[in-house]
């Protein structure tokens, strides 16, 4: 009787302080499975597209044509359009809120793998093999023949690879991260216990050793609706000025690395420094998180712009437009400088370059969106189908959409 007592006792102790630190906390479930994001959320897509625009927006800066004298070596520039570039982090954010929903309907770790697979390679292959005939064309070298056909299966980061595609590093990422969702819930389907501890503790190695993934966990807690303090639920009703001020702590980081965030990491960095900048790290990821909370939830004007359907269209491209936007830039500087348009334009280039660029490159994601997105992930989804048709209940209308984001 005193081990039964003393149980009661244990459990009523932890009733109270559940009881007292519930008012801090959001009242959501823990983790249910069940209760996955499956619907169509128009703010998240509509993210997706402005986060592959802030993108386009870098690369247009980091072209290395002429700008405007205002514009050189201002807090414009070394702050803001390098900036731009976190908006790849920000896409894995993106990543780590869908795949709760995409894990929650699939119907084994075949069928989701082989799903990732059909929506991610079609365009990238078609990209590939596009920088590839544009290389031989110009005389441009390309990497040794192992290297070059390792591009085409987006390898590891931890393969230190020359890529083809100079933009579809992220999506090696994008692989080992539904590579280990898809071996926890393996783990989880065969009944080992502690399945979520352990994707735990290796999604967060990788988190340390690759730091600019650090917003697909933020993505992951969101949509499984872990529960949080009501502080961050607060701070979400302000998802601008928290995505600006993510942008702002990022960037100085980014700085004191060296301008090279990502191998801020015990695997390239010095470890004393590595040490230091590791709180700021952490911080951050928090801050980027909770932006995309209040992203998610289309609180505050980003939320009515991001339902707007410029917004929405390009969120729907933009997958293909993060794919070839860099290759119609660099056709478009190929003309530009080839014609002798550059000394003419002089600071103006940029603008122009801009201008050019842009038209071109949604105009092409457009037709890669509905061909190589559309019909031939479908096509590569319906090899499939048959043998798990009878396994995966229909998802919801919009839930496509949702869940295809690379």
């Known amino acids: 009787m005193p081990d039964a007592r003393n149980t009661v006792q244990r459990r009523m102790r932890s009733a109270e ?33 402005l986060f592959s ?11 290395g044509l002429p700008t405007l004298p205002i514009v050189r070596g201002s807090f414009l520039e070394t702050i803001i359009l390098d900036s731009m570039k976190f908006g790849v982090e920000l896409f894995f954010g993106i990543s780590g809120f869908v795949i709760v929903g995409a894990l929650a309907r699939t119907a084994s770790m075949k069928a989701f793998l ?23 064309v110009a005389g441009r070298p390309l990497p040794p023949m192992g290297d070059w056909i390792a591009n085409f299966v987006t390898p590891p980061p931890f393969f230190d690879i020359p890529m083809v595609h ?24 065969q009944g080992i216990r502690w399945w979520l501890w352990i994707a735990g503790a290796a999604g967060a190695t990788l988190m340390i050793l ?16 872990l529960a949080r303090p ?35 990491s015990p695997l390239h960095a010095d470890f004393g420094q590595w040490i230091m900048l590791l709180p700021a790290i952490l911080i951050s990821g928090i801050i980027g998180g909770i932006a995309l909370l209040g992203i998610e939830r289309g609180h505050g004007a980003i939320g009515r712009t991001l339902r ?41 280039s940029q603008a122009v370059f801009f201008i050019l660029s842009l038209p071109v490159a949604l105009i ?3 037709w890669s969106q509905i061909w190589l997105e559309n019909h031939a992930t479908r096509w590569l989804r319906g090899l499939a189908a048959p043998r798990r048709a009878a396994a995966i209940a229909p998802a919801p209308a919009g839930a496509d959409t949702l869940r295809d984001c690379p």
């Not at 991610?120 to 590839?132: F, G, K, Q, R, V």
């Not at 690759?210 to 609706?225: D, E, K």
């Open 17 to 49: 302080y559940v009881a007292d630190i519930a008012p801090y906390f959001t009242q959501r479930p823990i983790i249910a499975v069940n209760s996955a994001p499956t619907s169509f959320n128009p703010y998240v897509h509509g993210a997706r597209g």
């Open 53 to 63: 625009a802030m993108v386009f927006v870098y690369h247009v800066y980091h072209s």
């Open 114 to 136: 082989w799903d990732r697979i059909a929506r991610i390679y079609p365009t990238l292959w078609a990209s590939l093999l596009a920088i590839t005939l544009m290389a031989l």
């Open 166 to 189: 100079p933009a579809a590093w992220s999506l090696g990422y994008e692989m080992t991260f539904y590579a280990l969702c898809a071996a926890a819930w393996w783990m989880r389907g």
């Open 210 to 225: 690759f730091p600019r993934s650090i917003l697909m966990a933020a993505g992951v807690m969101i949509a499984a609706g």
């Open 230 to 264: 009501l502080w961050m639920d607060r701070l979400a009703r302000y998802p601008l000025p928290m995505l600006l001020l993510f942008l702002l702590a990022w960037r100085m980081i980014d700085m004191a690395a060296g301008g090279r965030i990502r191998l801020m």
């Open 308 to 348: 707007s359907p410029a917004m929405q269209w390009l969120g729907t491209i933009s997958y293909s437009f993060y794919l070839w936007h860099p290759i119609c830039m660099a056709v478009v500087k190929f003309g530009l400088t080839r014609g002798g348009f550059i000394d003419h334009l002089g600071m103006w």
């Open 364 to 366: 092409l994601s457009h």
